[in-house]
Nanobody, 129 residues
């Protein structure tokens, strides 16, 4: 069973930056597919970015392309989300997710076609005008 702990959220002004971190348990983290999702009040959960074991990335949401970047450090069992040029519409709880076992297409996993069973508790990101 994978445990995930997010950190790095907070309050920033529009145009500012944050880097979120997600620390994962497990001896085989290097084999995990990882992702960042967010959910704002009154809105559906949406995928922000996902990353494969080999470092390939997906950014499903047009709204974050060019502003957010996902990365991983397998030596630290950690995945990061660098967020730049933050806007009020980025305000949400950001969740880290992991797929440790299945060999599944990243696109299907990241867009919700395939279910994800491992989630962190979330970290709040609030962007003021």
């Amino acid at each position: 069973q994978v445990q995930l702990v997010e950190s790095g959220g907070g309050l920033v002004q529009a145009g500012g930056s944050l880097r979120l971190s997600c620390a994962a348990s497990g001896r085989t983290f290097s084999r995990y597919k990882m992702g960042w999702f967010r959910q704002a009040p009154g809105k559906e959960r949406e995928a922000v970015s996902c990353i494969r074991q080999d470092g390939s990335r997906i950014y499903p949401a047009d709204s974050v392309k060019g502003r957010f970047a996902i990365s991983r450090d397998d030596a630290k069992n950690t995945v990061y989300l660098q967020m730049n040029s933050l806007q009020p519409e980025d305000t949400a709880v950001y969740y880290c997710a992991a797929e440790p076992g299945r060999d599944i297409n990243l696109q299907l996993l990241c867009t919700g076609t395939a279910s994800i069973d491992h989630w962190g508790q979330g970290t709040q990101v609030t962007v003021s005008s």
